[in-house]
Nanobody, 125 residues
């Protein structure tokens, strides 16, 4: 059964913007921590941004804090990642992941139970 589905990826020029969507099924975004990860060739998986279920508190990797913004629509059960001022280093496959209880730092991928299939973001001229 599919639990998370990403959309909104594609090709964008440096300095441009993209908005990613994570549609969450079976469970709701108000009771689960939803986190965006990314994986690029020759790089380890990196936590990008996270939003907590109960409080809606947001967290960002230092490299994207400011240009990126995470938000959610509880009625639609969707989590968004608005990515502005994109750089070539932002090129990666982006995944959203969910966990009901955050037992460690938000950017530790091993604790997440549900993952989307991933969507490609390519920043290039």
């Amino acid at each position: 059964q599919v639990h998370l589905v990403e959309s909104g990826g594609g090709l964008v020029q440096p300095g441009g913007s993209l908005s990613l969507s994570c549609e969450v099924f079976v469970f709701n975004v108000d009771s689960n921590t939803i986190t965006w990860f990314r994986q690029a060739p020759w790089k380890k998986r990196e936590g990008v941004s996270s939003i907590s279920g109960r409080d809606g508190d947001t967290y960002y990797a230092d490299s994207v804090h400011g240009p990126f913004s995470i938000s959610r629509d509880s009625a639609r059960n969707v989590v968004y990642l608005q990515m502005n001022n994109l750089k070539r280093d932002d090129t990666a496959s982006y995944y959203c992941a969910a966990v009901s209880t955050l037992g460690m730092s938000w950017n530790k991928s091993m604790q997440y139970d549900y993952w989307g299939q991933g969507i490609q973001v390519t920043v290039s001229s």
